[in-house]
């Protein structure tokens, strides 16, 4: 079993920043990768970023590359999701997730999520 719970969600405004956390804890392997997905108001939760838990390869979805950047601290247990440049359209809650399944930008081969933080950003 694995337990994530994210923070740093909030209010900002277009063009500012927020970094997000995922705190892990209980069984976490440098096999896993971990995710962030979000879901807005009446849309399918979406691929976000991925890291392997080891600080390894990363990938993010086109809509974000450039703007936001995915990091693991493996002594503290966390990931973390810097996002800049924000724009209204990336309004969601934000998820992280883990899994040992190489499909990492498909939600459903994840096993494990956290509670979700709201990210808004107002024009």
């Known amino acids: 079993q694995v337990q994530l719970v994210e923070s740093g969600g909030g209010l900002v405004q277009a063009g500012g920043s927020l970094r997000l956390s995922c705190a892990a804890s209980?069984?976490?392997?440098?096999?896993?990768?971990m995710g962030w997905f979000r879901q807005a108001p009446g849309k399918e939760r979406e691929f976000v970023a991925a890291i392997m838990w080891n600080g390894g390869s990363t990938r993010y979805a086109d809509s974000v590359k450039g703007r936001f950047t995915i990091s693991v601290d493996n002594a503290k247990n966390t990931v973390y999701l810097q996002m800049s440049s924000l724009k209204p359209e990336d309004t969601a809650v934000y998820y992280c997730?883990?899994?040992?399944?190489?499909?990492?930008?498909?939600?459903?081969?994840?096993?494990?999520w956290g509670q979700g933080t709201q990210v808004t950003v107002s024009s």
């Open positions: 997730a883990t899994t040992m399944d190489g499909r990492i930008q498909m939600s459903n081969v994840y096993p494990y």
């Open positions: 209980g069984r976490t392997s440098s096999r896993y990768v």
